[in-house]
């Protein structure tokens, strides 16, 4: 991959992580942002672990590999690395929120502290 080339990663939009999130087994969610980001708000239930620090607390944060994780950033570029980054680790079911955060927001969606 280029360093300027974006990876083909799958992606959802932000209604159909609003379905899966009120579904009986949601997705883990990892925000991707910097902490000073995270101030901001974040959606309910994700765990904030910065882009920089995903390879080092990856199995921490999600040791099943086979689960459904949605990644998400502020916009929607970090969050296609990082799933590509967890792809690569050998997780199955890795997607990443399409606009990020701010797609979320647009929607009306509920965003916590």
């Known amino acids: 991959m280029s360093l300027f080339s974006r990876p083909k990663v799958p992606e959802l939009d932000a209604v159909t992580l609003h379905g899966k999130m009120k579904g009986e087994k949601p997705p883990r969610l990892l925000d991707v942002r910097e902490p000073d ?3 901001e708000g974040i959606i309910p239930g994700a765990i904030k672990i910065p882009m920089r620090l995903l390879g080092a607390k990856l199995i921490s944060v999600a040791p099943d590999k086979n689960e459904e ?4 950033c502020r916009s929607g ?3 296609l690395y990082s799933t590509q980054q967890l792809l690569d680790a050998g997780y199955k079911n890795v997607s990443s929120l399409h606009g990020g955060i701010i797609a979320w927001y647009r929607q009306g969606y509920e965003i916590g502290g």
């Open 77 to 79: 570029n970090r969050s």
């Open 69 to 72: 994780i949605v990644v998400y």
């Open 37 to 39: 980001e995270h101030a």
